[in-house]
């Protein structure tokens, strides 16, 4: 472990319930990337300092603290502009690292991008939050550039030429991201007329453990922040045979980066899509509510705030206050409570989605001659039967199902015909 120091500033507007929260989630990101926070400091001011944030006194007594201790990191508990940024890692020198709350989680991000999409779109966000930091970051770059051969010609800073390759690759990133956008724009139009759920939760609610109880996917789950940030969907097949599209979304996060979430835009298309959406809340949490809200402001951030939608809480086998149900079931109109890894209550999460998907569905009628009766297998496996009678001439069926399956049903019985 890296051992290092975290600061906080709080304004007389500052809520400090929530203050103490963030600490200790910032806490948990930084072990995360393999740092230990071993002191937090809150510094109270009426407002932020135009220069360093911080009061320039307070920063640099805790810069001499971390050199004298050997540490080599200071963290920040918020984003900081690019001037708050330069200045305080002038102050900070070469040894010192400042890592803001934006960069914590863009590293993080980093660390656990696997897949081509979701590497592009770290790497997307990270150039931006880089951009209009150069200055800050590489102070060697301030040399002059001259000579022959030199893009900007005589005289050109090295960093301009810089801030001109990168924006050379956000334009590239963004163009494939574009691309990566449109195809799973495609893809989600062949399924239109299957019902979808979507999974969106706090980063490490247990989404990921949950896709995999619903459908049986060996999901990467790991008891950690952003363990996973790709989007996988699912098959479930219901009870009643009825099938929905199951999707993982990449965890929220209180004051995720703006750069992250318009980079994500397509992972979070899924939610965008989806007909129903299961807020997944860690039941064990020192800030259910904090969480919820999160949630709920990242929706409207994504305008899907509107779309129907359940609370259900995880991880129940975890608490031993009973009292809490009566206090949630109070404020959130009797939401769901399951345990995914120990698979509890999973049953009474499936008969609620089956009903919100069977509202979706339609009820058919089909008459099937006795020598294409060979086709009865895909209506049973696909639909929910009502009624069966088997008459002299045919089998009449009744059932539900959506449009879609219907009509391949129909298909396959009148190319027999």
């Known amino acids: ?209 949950l896709l995999r109880t619903l459908s049986g996917y060996n999901a990467f789950v790991k008891d950690q922040l952003f363990a996973t940030l790709d989007t996988t969907t699912k098959k479930v097949k219901l009870k009643n045979n009825t099938e929905v599209l199951l999707s993982d979304t990449v965890g929220f996060l209180r004051n995720l980066p703006h750069e992250l979430i318009a980079s994500f835009r397509s992972t979070l298309g899924e939610i965008e899509d989806a007909d129903l959406i299961i807020k997944l809340i860690d039941i064990s949490s020192n800030d259910i509510h904090g969480h919820i809200k999160t949630i709920e402001d990242t929706l409207e951030l994504l305008n899907c705030h509107k779309k129907e939608s359940i609370i259900v809480f995880n991880k129940i086998d975890k608490i031993n206050d009973t009292d809490i149900y009566e206090r949630l079931n109070h404020i959130y109109n009797n939401p769901l409570y399951i345990s995914s890894s120990k698979k509890l209550r999973i049953n009474k999460l499936l008969s609620v989605i089956q009903e919100y998907a069977t509202n979706n569905l339609t009820t058919f009628k089909l008459n099937i001659p006795y020598d294409k009766s060979h086709i009865i297998d895909s209506v049973y496996n696909q639909t929910t039967i009502i009624k069966r009678e088997d008459l002299f001439e045919h089998i009449h069926i009744e059932f539900q199902s959506t449009e879609d399956i219907y009509k391949k049903i129909k298909n396959k019985l009148n190319q027999n015909l």
């Open 1 to 209: 472990m890296i051992d290092s120091i975290l600061i906080s500033l709080s304004l007389p507007t500052t809520n400090k319930e929530i203050l103490h929260e963030e600490i200790e989630e910032i806490k948990l990101l930084a072990l995360t990337l393999g740092y230990s926070i071993n002191k937090s400091i809150i510094q109270n001011k009426n407002s932020i300092d135009a220069s360093t944030y911080f009061g320039k006194g307070k920063i640099k007594t805790i810069i001499n603290q971390c050199q004298e201790l050997k540490y080599t990191t200071l963290f920040i508990n918020d984003e900081l502009n690019p001037g708050h940024y330069k200045r305080i890692q002038k102050l900070a020198g070469e040894d010192l690292l400042i890592i803001d709350r934006t960069k914590l989680i863009l590293d993080i991000f980093n660390n656990h991008a696997t897949t081509i999409e979701s590497k592009t779109q770290v790497e997307l966000a990270s150039l931006q939050y880089m951009m209009p930091r150069l200055i800050g970051q590489w102070t060697h770059l301030e040399r002059q550039m001259g000579g022959i051969g030199t893009r900007g010609g005589p005289g050109e800073k090295q960093i301009e030429i810089d801030r001109r390759l990168l924006r050379k690759d956000i334009n590239k990133l963004k163009k494939d991201l574009k691309n990566i956008e449109n195809q799973r724009k495609t893809q989600r139009k062949s399924r239109s007329n299957i019902f979808k759920v979507a999974l969106a939760g706090y980063t490490n609610a247990g989404k990921s453990s």
